[in-house]
């Protein structure tokens, strides 16, 4: 059975960081693309960001470049989005997502329950 | 990487179908088969429902279908029922990003 358990979200103030990681298993991690989606409270869903399955590959909306770094350990079956001067409007529920093909293709069959990350003062 | 474009929302009495259109450009709907269609209900992850445009996942009823005609896709749901109400989200590929669509209530009235 696929699962997804991300971590690591929490309240943070305005230009601080924080690190979301998602454990992955019941498939073989590093044959599949995986992304990260966040959903404002009340909002709609927001691509963050994509990485290949090898790792090679990073992808990222304009929103966030520049501030988010997303990662992959392929040994520890583990996405990672380092998230760096954040902001009140990245204020969400981050899903990680896992895609139908090794390359980022947009297609998601399984989402984890999400973390939420409350930037705030 | 602008939103692409859905109603608001739709209705529809059980039994009946309703479609949900999906509007983008030809830098992503219109230039990729890459279009997926996600469920969500309150207070859950979202679920897929068609990919590839029009591929049905394992377990997805086929009341469930998908298409595209150039730059705006669509989802149709025929014989609704009640555990249909959610909210519905396009998406698509872009090549360098992935973009959704701004989503759609479904109510069943």
Redesign the interface.
């Known amino acids: 059975e696929v699962q997804l358990l991300e971590s690591g979200g929490g309240l943070v103030q305005p230009g601080g960081s924080l690190r979301l990681s998602c454990a992955a298993s019941g498939f073989t991690f590093s044959s599949y693309a995986m992304?990260w989606?966040r959903q404002a409270p009340g909002k709609?869903?927001?691509?963050v960001s994509?990485i290949s399955g090898s790792g090679a590959s990073t992808?990222?909306?304009?929103?966030v470049k520049g501030r988010f770094t997303i990662s992959r350990d392929n040994s520890k079956n583990t996405l990672y989005l380092q998230m760096n001067s954040l902001r009140a409007e990245d204020t969400a529920i981050y899903?990680c997502a896992k895609d139908?093909y090794s390359g980022?293709?947009?297609?998601?069959?399984y989402?984890?329950?999400?973390t939420l990350v409350t930037v705030s003062s | 990487?602008s939103?692409l474009t859905q109603p608001r929302s739709v209705s529809g009495s059980p039994g009946q179908s309703v479609t949900i259109s999906c509007t983008g450009t030809s830098s992503d709907v219109g230039g990729y088969n890459?279009v997926?269609w996600?469920q969500?209900h309150p207070g859950k992850?979202?679920?897929?429902m068609i990919?590839?445009v029009s591929k049905r996942?394992s377990g997805v009823p086929d009341r469930f279908s998908g298409s595209k005609s150039g730059n705006t896709a669509s989802l149709t749901i025929s014989g609704l029922q009640a555990e249909d109400e959610a909210?519905y989200?396009c998406?698509?590929?872009a090549g360098?990003?992935?973009?959704?669509?701004?989503?759609t209530k479904l109510t069943v009235l």
């Open positions: 992304s989606v709609g869903l927001e691509w994509a992808y990222y909306a304009d929103s899903y139908v980022a293709a947009a297609v998601f069959d989402w984890g329950q999400g | 990487q939103a890459y997926s996600y969500q992850a979202p679920k897929l990919y590839d996942p909210d989200y998406c698509s590929y360098s990003y992935v973009v959704f669509g701004g989503g």
